[in-house]
């Protein structure tokens, strides 16, 4: 296993795509903790627990905004079966303004997805038009390997009868390890899932299904409903897909990271046609449908990707980390255009969040908002979030970046283009870590989502944690959506 791993959540978020028709007035305005979120007691941030305030771990990995406002938060909790404790699958919906949970979803805003074998975990989110949730994942076998897993959740928060048996779609893809990182849906309603397959040992490869909207393979889809992308041409090397994005022409962009020659990992892409097939007209270095980046240091990858248009094109702009030396990781993002080479403009970047001194900055999930629409000249601004190290308090905090087309820090975003929010659980002078590992945006505010500890607990308890940045784009007022 490299070695970020342990500080690295598994969850990818898909591409989210915002018009906006101004660009920002005012300095410094962005970026700032939204203290009309969340509680009286903690102004800017929420909670949420599945354990009743019992000594568990509750793990949000995705999240999602309805067009109502409303937040769809989920994750892996500790849960005992009555036979002893296994990780389940915890979904929660908040209030827009993070007052509280939507009663009417689930129990009191809440549900609890057991697998009927073992453990179960989710790693995505996507929301269907009708309301509907999907969740990507994985769920272990008798045999105890992972199997991709798909859930479909009806808007009161009950699984769908209509999907798979029961709601819930399990794929086995071969006899290692299979997991889905992350889910996207098609206009045609089919359900499209990246993650990858485990051959033997350190041998992984991207890996991608289609799922037509009853929660069967569609075999339309490259014959069985499922393909997979090798970097290393069956050499064993570890090649993971952790994201990916369905673009305007239906080509579907998976992220990621592989091993390249001195066994060092680099930003990874990989397209497949809406057949299914490796997309030939993207590429390079002679790997026809895939793409690597080399950025330097000692190892880097994508975590997640954003799209966006140049007029026509679509641009996939991945963000993920870059690994220096020693603990020093900073936020890092590839921007490729429509046939896998590096943008001009954008290009390859990497930023440190540094909260005090270099640390372990990770960039776990990006979000786009565009400018303009398809067939307009390029102009967009990423946010990327996550989570990076305060030398102040030796924990970590949530951290988020925000850059311009160009890839340059935004200054209108917190300082120089960053922020961070320490949620501080519990009263001073305790501290915790804090690891936001996905991000949504509702209306043009920054929704972030994670794990938060409750050190006295030793770091044994951990419970959801959502907080909202403001983002005023005419007025200094707060009024924008």
């Given at each position: 296993m490299c070695s970020y791993s342990r500080f690295i959540r598994h969850?990818?978020?898909?591409?989210?795509?915002?018009?906006?028709?101004?660009?920002?007035?005012?300095?410094?305005?962005?970026?700032?903790?939204?203290?009309?979120?969340?509680?009286?007691?903690?102004?800017?941030?929420?909670?949420?627990?599945?354990?009743?305030?019992?000594?568990?771990?509750?793990?949000?990995?995705?999240?999602?905004?309805?067009?109502?406002?409303?937040?769809?938060?989920?994750?892996?909790?500790?849960?005992?079966?009555?036979?002893?404790?296994?990780?389940?699958?915890?979904?929660?919906?908040?209030?827009?303004?993070?007052?509280?949970?939507?009663?009417?979803?689930?129990?009191?805003?809440?549900?609890?997805?057991?697998?009927?074998?073992?453990?179960?975990?989710?790693?995505?989110?996507?929301?269907?038009?009708?309301?509907?949730?999907?969740?990507?994942?994985?769920?272990?076998?008798?045999?105890?390997?992972?199997?991709?897993?798909?859930?479909?959740?009806?808007?009161?928060?009950?699984?769908?009868?209509?999907?798979?048996?029961?709601?819930?779609?399990?794929?086995?893809?071969?006899?290692?390890?299979?997991?889905?990182?992350?889910?996207?849906?098609?206009?045609?309603?089919?359900?499209?899932?990246?993650?990858?397959?485990?051959?033997?040992?350190?041998?992984?490869?991207?890996?991608?299904?289609?799922?037509?909207?009853?929660?069967?393979?569609?075999?339309?889809?490259?014959?069985?409903?499922?393909?997979?992308?090798?970097?290393?041409?069956?050499?064993?090397?570890?090649?993971?897909?952790?994201?990916?994005?369905?673009?305007?022409?239906?080509?579907?962009?998976?992220?990621?990271?592989?091993?390249?020659?001195?066994?060092?990992?680099?930003?990874?892409?990989?397209?497949?046609?809406?057949?299914?097939?490796?997309?030939?007209?993207?590429?390079?270095?002679?790997?026809?449908?895939?793409?690597?980046?080399?950025?330097?240091?000692?190892?880097?990858?994508?975590?997640?990707?954003?799209?966006?248009?140049?007029?026509?094109?679509?641009?996939?702009?991945?963000?993920?980390?870059?690994?220096?030396?020693?603990?020093?990781?900073?936020?890092?993002?590839?921007?490729?255009?429509?046939?896998?080479?590096?943008?001009?403009?954008?290009?390859?970047?990497?930023?440190?969040?540094?909260?005090?001194?270099?640390?372990?900055?990770?960039?776990?999930?990006?979000?786009?908002?565009?400018?303009?629409?398809?067939?307009?000249?390029?102009?967009?601004?990423?946010?990327?979030?996550?989570?990076?190290?305060?030398?102040?308090?030796?924990?970590?905090?949530?951290?988020?970046?925000?850059?311009?087309?160009?890839?340059?820090?935004?200054?209108?975003?917190?300082?120089?283009?960053?922020?961070?929010?320490?949620?501080?659980?519990?009263?001073?002078?305790?501290?915790?870590?804090?690891?936001?590992?996905?991000?949504?945006?509702?209306?043009?505010?920054?929704?972030?989502?994670?794990?938060?500890?409750?050190?006295?607990?030793?770091?044994?308890?951990?419970?959801?944690?959502?907080?909202?940045?403001?983002?005023?784009?005419?007025?200094?007022?707060?009024?924008?959506?």
């Amino acid at each position: 296993m490299c070695s970020y791993s342990r500080f690295i959540r598994h969850a990818a978020v898909a591409a989210l795509l915002t018009f906006v028709g101004v660009t920002t007035a005012h300095a410094g305005v962005d970026g700032q903790l939204d203290t009309a979120f969340g509680s009286a007691s903690t102004p800017g941030k929420a909670f949420i627990n599945f354990d009743d305030g019992g000594n568990d771990f509750d793990d949000a990995y995705a999240v999602a905004v309805q067009r109502d406002g409303k937040i769809v938060v989920a994750g892996n909790i500790d849960y005992d079966n009555g036979s002893g404790p296994v990780t389940a699958i915890g979904v929660a919906r908040m209030l827009p303004d993070g007052h509280g949970l939507d009663t009417t979803f689930g129990t009191d805003g809440q549900k609890v997805l057991v697998s009927p074998n073992d453990s179960q975990g989710v790693t995505g989110i996507v929301l269907q038009p009708d309301g509907k949730v999907l969740l990507s994942g994985w769920s272990q076998d008798a045999g105890q390997n992972k199997d991709m897993l798909v859930y479909r959740l009806n808007a009161s928060g009950n699984a769908d009868p209509g999907f798979g048996v029961l709601g819930r779609a399990v794929i086995p893809f071969v006899s290692g390890d299979d997991l889905l990182q992350a889910i996207a849906l098609q206009p045609d309603g089919k359900i499209v899932g990246a993650g990858w397959v485990a051959f033997s040992g350190a041998d992984h490869d991207f890996a991608v299904i289609r799922l037509n909207t009853n929660g069967q393979l569609d075999t339309s889809f490259d014959g069985d409903g499922k393909n997979t992308f090798a970097f290393d041409d069956g050499n064993g090397d570890d090649d993971r897909a952790y994201a990916l994005t369905i673009d305007f022409y239906g080509n579907i962009l998976l992220a990621g990271s592989a091993t390249t020659s001195g066994n060092v990992l680099d930003f990874a892409a990989a397209r497949f046609s809406d057949s299914g097939a490796r997309d030939t007209s993207f590429g390079n270095f002679g790997i026809f449908g895939g793409v690597l980046v080399p950025i330097g240091g000692l190892e880097s990858g994508a975590l997640s990707v954003a799209l966006s248009y140049d007029a026509l094109l679509p641009i996939y702009t991945l963000a993920g980390f870059r690994h220096f030396t020693g603990n020093d990781y900073d936020y890092a993002a590839v921007q490729l255009d429509a046939y896998g080479n590096v943008t001009p403009g954008f290009g390859v970047r990497s930023w440190g969040i540094d909260l005090g001194a270099n640390g372990r900055d990770i960039g776990r999930a990006i979000v786009a908002e565009n400018f303009n629409h398809i067939g307009h000249p390029y102009a967009a601004r990423f946010t990327i979030g996550g989570f990076a190290y305060n030398s102040a308090s030796g924990n970590y905090d949530y951290a988020a970046l925000r850059v311009r087309s160009d890839g340059t820090p935004d200054p209108s975003f917190g300082i120089d283009g960053r922020t961070s929010v320490a949620f501080d659980y519990d009263d001073p002078p305790s501290t915790h870590n804090d690891f936001a590992n996905a991000m949504a945006l509702q209306g043009h505010r920054v929704i972030l989502a994670g794990t938060v500890s409750r050190s006295f607990q030793n770091g044994a308890d951990a419970d959801f944690g959502i907080t909202r940045l403001t983002s005023d784009i005419i007025f200094d007022n707060g009024f924008e959506p």
